[in-house]
């Protein structure tokens, strides 16, 4: 089978694809923090996690 043949290019990209749906967990999860703009500075990874969550009052302060 020769690398420029129809067969060849068909066959790569059928493993492109099973590649894409096989990716681990760990690739997935690396994609979806990229999207989401993740840092690995947890000082940010703070700032940013605070505007999404906002904590409930501690019933134990009197909050």
Known sequence: MAHGSPLFLSAVCDYLAFMEKEKSQLDRFKEA???L???DDEAKFNAK???LVKQKPDAKKGG
């Open 49 to 51: 996690l605070g505007k």
């Open 33 to 35: 923090a990229r999207e």
């Open 37 to 39: 703009e993740a840092d």
